[in-house]
């Protein structure tokens, strides 16, 4: 019986080699019998060591709770997480996981649903579409990966039913890959939806593709991976910006806007009205959850949670990482 | 005057008279963009309009649309409709035009001007606004996407005799929209009834990036005045404006908002320059020189 | 008594009979004209009232009066009892009435501009402003002489009826395209006569002028 709240024990029960980076994991119960039930779109948290947790996609189809598959990919830069769970895992290790959460979820439309994978960003997709061929809905899976032998998954992918929903592309950069995804984003349906996976950069490109088509904004749902914690401690009326490409973090107290934080450091970016209201001072969110105190950005843009301006909007979540 | 070459000027409905300004089988000329055209009433509300050739012939005609208490026409090929403003069908409504007044500035900063409620006390001193009430109170602007309109919602400010029907100082209610660059309303509830609204537009006429005509067509809720003291009333207010509107520099509309420093009370300007800006409009804006 | 004034808001002569019977204190019943844009003086019904078929119009208890600077000399005759507006003394009475005339002749030339920027009427701009600037330099070169005299006013040491005829359309000139730039003595003037008692902006009078 397992419990109805708390972290789940699970053993490795498989451990597949996919690509030069990437493994997959396949996770039963460690007391035999199905696992809690979980939707397309869900992620587990892994602790694979004491004191390292990860998040992970649920690959699986979600109709089969009898395990849980992940794709992990090793990061070069980790701090542990990949690392760990490429070294130290081999089957029939033992691993501590919690309950599936879900905040990528299917939604319900009466139109085209479009997959965009960028790499690894493609494990919640597969799972959403073993769900979305359940249901014989129309939908479309773009896999972009840098090459063929960096595809993981593939014979996952061509052996399942819905293979002919999947189309690949491979090694491509800007522009040519603005050019493809402008092609495959144009004419936006009415109830279309586009589910969006991957790095950053891949995830920006995709929605300023969209945008450009004119796609609304609640019609892309996306999920990205998240940042590793912050080194430094927030107290309670603080929170700690990461200015993610000069790779510092600083704390901001509640009486300090983040733009006099960045200045007391000697950061200065252009500002003008600084009451949240010209734009000046704009800027990317890559990860976190903004507080915004400004007159400036539209609801869609708001509700995004991808762009703020720092001279008097905050963050409700404990790290902020800018991309400045 | 050279014609403009900006297609997203070019491609919008604008106003080049009222029905009334000549009587039928009359015409008159008029510049548009910087191009003369010829306005001709063929009938009670039938109009043809000509572009004139550089020698005042005859070119081609353009289209034509009088609605709104206005004659309406574009230069280019208009990716939107003339907006829908239900206000001028209902029938207990008084309907008129105001004519035009001519205004020697762009007509962004027209349109702002009309959108700025922080002026009411300074400018349309114990009508519009009180000089011990100018507080500007938080508002909502939005871009709506279905429409390609801005809106600010929520407005509100306390006005001594917000119209010709008002017996006494109000809290008026207003929303605004932008329905087009040269094209904006607004919303405000009528004296005493907080369930109907005046319905109020101003249709700028751009003849050259400096010069403007100004059409304030008005669709309100009013039994009692006259028809010539609401028209009274609004060319007033509009005359004040004006003084104002002349004497701002640059006439032309800078879209960097670090040229002119913007308060909270101003996020209807500024969410109309963001929305100008996305447009790449270069008509009537303001390039700020290299130095 | 029951005074009517034929007005529009937006005259500049109207304007100068509001002023003076403000600053006269006297109580008027306003009919307003449809001057813009329905023409309402152009029609018949109208012309009846003044057959010239122009604002304003002045009915005082059954005498009907035309002409701007006409109702200013009526309305000074007859309601002011200080004898300040309109003073009879031989030295002053005249070039009142001269200044009074010039308001309704060459000072015309800025209305005409104003009509034309404001209102759109087709008619000369260039001449208009040529105009209105030659007579702002003959009124402005006499009030620096007054200025140098130790004086404010056009006439004498009180505003007198001259003043306010020739306020409205020096003060209203921005409307008209001319700015007031070159006449220093004419800018001085105007400010001493917007801080007046019972003196009201009409639209278009700015505040720095």
């Known amino acids: 019986m397992l419990d109805a709240v708390g972290d789940l024990d699970v053993v490795v029960r498989k451990i597949r080699v996919e690509t030069s980076e990437i493994r997959s994991f396949v996770l039963e119960s460690a007391s035999g019998g199905p696992l809690p039930a979980f939707e397309a779109g869900a992620h587990i948290d892994v602790y694979p060591l004491p004191g390292i947790c990860r998040q992970y996609s ?103 039913p819905w293979a002919d929903h999947v189309l690949y592309h491979f090694g491509l950069v800007p522009p040519v890959l603005n050019d493809v995804l402008d092609e495959i984003l144009s004419a936006p349906g009415r109830d279309d939806v586009i589910y969006l996976c991957g790095p950053n950069p891949f995830m920006d490109v995709v929605r300023s593709s969209a945008e450009q088509a004119n796609w609304p904004a609640r019609s892309l749902v996306l999920e990205h991976f998240s940042a590793e914690p ?60 903004p507080e915004h105190n400004d007159v400036f950005l539209s609801d869609e843009e708001r509700e995004s949670g991808r762009l703020m301006t720092p001279c008097v909007s905050r963050a409700k979540s404990k790290l902020l990482v800018l991309d400045l | 005057m050279a014609v403009t070459t900006d297609r997203a000027a070019l491609n919008e409905w604008v106003a080049c008279g009222w029905p009334e300004k000549v009587a039928p089988g009359g015409k008159y000329r008029t510049v548009l963009l910087g191009q003369e055209i010829e306005v001709r009433r063929t009938g009670v509300n039938l109009f043809e309009v ?15 649309q009088a609605k ?132 109020i537009c101003l249709f700028v006429q751009p003849i050259g990036e400096t010069e403007c005509l100004a059409y304030m067509p008005l669709a309100i809720v009013d039994r009692e005045s006259a028809l010539t003291s609401i028209i009274d009333f609004q060319q007033t207010i509009f005359a004040q404006d004006r003084v104002i509107l002349e004497n701002q520099r640059p006439a032309l509309l800078p879209l960097d908002p670090t040229i002119e420093l913007p308060t909270r009370a101003d996020a209807s300007s500024i969410a109309f320059r963001r929305w100008l800006k996305a447009k790449n409009f270069q008509f009537g804006v303001y390039e700020k020189k290299a130095a | 008594m029951a005074l009517t004034l034929y007005d529009y808001s937006l005259s500049g002569s109207c304007y100068k009979v509001r002023l003076l019977l403000d600053f006269l204190d006297l109580e008027y019943e306003r009919h307003p004209v449809a001057f813009f844009p329905e023409r309402e003086h152009r029609t018949e019904t109208f012309r009846t009232i003044n057959p010239l078929a122009q604002i304003p119009v002045l009915d005082d208890d059954g005498i009907r009066l035309r002409d701007a600077q006409a109702i200013l000399c009526h309305l000074a005759n007859k309601y002011d009892k200080s004898n300040l507006w309109l003073p009879r003394d031989p030295e002053l009475f005249g070039p009142i009435m001269m200044w009074v005339m010039f308001a309704g002749g060459e000072l015309m030339a800025a209305s005409a501009a104003r009509l034309h920027d404001l209102l759109g009427y087709d008619l000369d701009i260039k001449m208009a402003r040529r105009n209105a600037h030659a007579a702002f330099r003959i009124l402005d070169d006499h009030l620096t002489r007054r200025e140098i005299e130790g004086g404010t006013w056009i006439v004498g040491g009180h505003p007198t009826i001259a003043d306010v005829a020739c306020f409205p359309y020096t003060a209203l000139s921005n409307d008209g395209g001319i700015g007031l730039e070159d006449y220093p003595a004419l800018r001085n003037w105007l400010r001493s006569f917007m801080r007046l008692p019972k003196f009201d902006a009409m639209s278009g009078i700015s505040e720095f002028a």
């Open chain 1, 58 to 160: 649920l690959v699986n189809d979600p109709a089969d709770n009898s395990r849980y598959v992940l794709g992990v990919k090793r990061e070069p830069n980790s701090r542990g997480g990949s690392t760990a769970m490429h070294g130290q895992l081999t089957e029939g290790s033992r691993l501590k996981i919690s309950r599936p959460r879900n905040n990528f979820a299917l939604r319900v439309n009466s139109g085209r649903s479009l997959l965009m994978a960028g790499g690894i960003g493609v494990t919640p997709l597969l799972s959403m579409a073993q769900a979305l061929a359940a249901k014989r809905a129309d939908f479309v899976l773009h896999y972009f990966a840098r090459s063929a032998q960096e595809l993981a998954f593939r014979d996952f992918i061509t052996r399942s």
């Open chain 1, 230 to 289: 912050p080194k430094l401690t927030p107290g309670d009326s603080e929170f700690v910006v990461r200015l993610a490409k000069r790779g510092i973090e600083l704390l901001v107290p509640s009486g300090k806007t983040i733009i006099s934080v960045l200045r007391e450091a000697g950061i200065e970016i252009k500002t003008s009205c600084e009451q949240g209201v010209c734009g000046t001072c704009l800027t990317a969110v890559i990860d976190g959850e």
């Open chain 2, 50 to 64: 000509f572009e004139c050739d550089e020698h005042g012939k005859q070119g081609r005609q353009l289209p034509v």
């Open chain 2, 68 to 199: 709104y208490c206005c004659v309406f026409t574009t230069l280019g090929e208009p990716t939107r409709p003339l907006p829908e403003i239900p206000e001028f069908d209902e029938p207990d409504r008084r309907i008129t035009g105001c004519g035009s007044v001519g205004v020697h500035t762009s007509p962004f900063r027209i349109i702002e001007n009309f959108l700025d409620m922080a002026h009411f006390s300074f400018v349309h001193t114990d009508i519009l606004g009180a000089p011990e009430r100018t507080e500007v109170l938080a508002y909502k602007t939005e871009h709506r996407k279905d429409a390609d309109e801005i809106w600010a919602i929520d407005c509100q400010f306390y006005q001594p005799a917000a119209s010709k029907a008002s017996r006494g100082g109000q809290m008026t209610h207003y929303a605004y929209r932008v329905m087009s660059p040269f094209s904006v309303m607004l919303y405000k509830n009528v004296f005493d009834d907080p369930t109907r609204n005046d319905a």
